[in-house]
């Protein structure tokens, strides 16, 4: 039986997602919870890695089982064995025809910036701060719309990034503020290493008013990371949904408050 999961976690205590030589990460917490509720060894399938310090509203992930449990029974008793910063959404038998990873056809991320002068308190872990300006969103918005589409996102790619081909679709991106929360939602076919954090620090030398409008389009083309903005914090950012083709019927919509 393959089981997906739909998963939730505040990352700040995680070494991210992938089970490394570090225990402490998000696939090996779910992982051991799932030994210690069916007494099977597995191992998840992800569709979409986070790094150290970065959340999720709504990953995936997926495991092979041959313990017979009802859809509801795997999440309650997973969610009375994980931490609290680990919740189960949703459990869902799928077919083997699903992968978590190669049957995703987009990921959504969400970048958060409290642009206030005053450092957050309550959600301090939770966005990033900026303070030296007030961003322009229309601005940032307006620079967006130049990173849309299929393009070679160099400029944007980590030194450590192991993938093959930095040629990336970004589907979209929307740029909204509600007071002092700037929000960033950014869906593209796959990221780059690092990809989300870099570019978010490239729009906001827009949204500050450094760098005009028409540099991001310099920048794509220069292909080159040294020429981008600074890499942003892990705490400003969300893996809010993963989309899968309709015949799968997964509905796995955020239900990230807006002031996060």
């Known amino acids: 039986m393959r089981v997906l999961l739909s998963i939730e976690y505040d990352g700040k205590n995680y070494h991210g997602w992938q089970e490394q030589d570090n225990p402490n990460t998000v696939q090996g917490k779910i992982q051991k919870s799932i030994f210690n509720f069916s007494q099977e060894d597995v191992k998840l399938h ?15 992930a997926h495991f092979d089982t041959s313990v017979d449990r009802a ?60 303070y030296l300006s007030k961003l322009d969103e229309k601005a940032m918005q307006t620079a967006a719309k130049k990173l849309i589409g299929t393009n070679d996102f160099s400029c944007f790619r980590s030194a450590n990034c192991q993938s093959s081909s930095p040629i990336r679709k970004i589907n979209d991106i929307i740029i909204s503020r509600d007071n002092d929360y700037l929000y960033i939602d950014i869906c593209a076919n796959s990221f780059l290493y690092n990809m989300v954090r870099n570019l978010v620090g490239s729009l906001v030398l827009v949204g500050s008013g450094e760098k005009d409008i028409s540099w991001m389009e310099n920048l794509i083309l220069s292909k080159d990371r040294k020429n981008a903005g600074k890499q942003f914090p892990a705490s400003g950012l969300y893996l809010v949904n993963i989309e899968y083709d309709k015949k799968f019927k997964i509905n796995n919509r955020s239900n990230l408050p807006k002031y996060y």
Not at 46 to 60: K, L, Y
């Open 46 to 60: 992800v569709g979409g890695r986070t790094d150290a310090g970065v959340h999720a509203t709504g990953q995936i």
């Open 71 to 130: 859809e509801q029974n795997w999440v309650m008793g997973l969610n009375s064995i994980l931490p609290n910063d680990i919740r189960i959404n949703f459990a869902k038998f799928m077919t083997e025809e699903f992968h978590a990873r190669f049957s995703a056809l987009s990921r959504t991320y969400r970048y958060i910036i409290y642009n206030n002068r005053i450092k957050p308190c309550i959600n301090r872990n939770k966005v990033s701060w900026y």
